[in-house]
């Protein structure tokens, strides 16, 4: 499966921004998706997950609450709602597909090229 992430931009603290993953190819419903992020120098750190169905999501602790992850099956997309914003929310943001159990076992093996998000302050 292709992935092809989009939606980046600069925008000041307090703001939102909605993340898009395009993917092509095989069966997108059969696929978990995350979304991961990443900043220079520093290791790639997993933001949110959501199941084949939709009917699962989780989270990490520094976005709960302010990010959703959503999929929609029918247009082979899955969604990153991001708000309130804030400067350690700025990174390259990653999508990726993968397989697992439970969300927390997913081993990821197709990636997006990254979308660059810059929050300021």
């Known amino acids: 499966v292709q992935l092809q992430a989009s939606g980046g931009g600069l925008v000041q603290a307090g703001g939102s921004l909605r993340l898009s993953c395009a993917a092509s190819?095989?069966?997108?419903?059969?696929?978990?998706m995350g979304w991961f992020r990443q900043v220079p120098g520093k290791e790639r750190e997993f933001v949110a997950a959501?199941?084949?169905?939709?009917?699962?999501?989780s989270a990490a602790d520094s976005v709960k609450g302010r990010f959703t992850i959503s999929r929609d099956n029918a247009e082979n997309t899955v969604y990153l709602q991001m708000n309130s914003l804030k400067p350690e929310d700025t990174a390259l943001y990653y999508c990726?597909?993968?397989?697992?159990?439970?969300?927390?076992?997913?081993?990821?093996?197709?990636w997006g090229q990254g979308t660059l998000v810059t929050v300021s302050s």
């Open positions: 190819g095989r069966i997108f419903s059969s696929y978990d």
């Open positions: 990726a597909a993968g397989l697992g159990r439970t969300l927390g076992s997913i081993e990821y093996h197709f």
């Open positions: 959501i199941s084949r169905t939709g009917g699962t999501t």
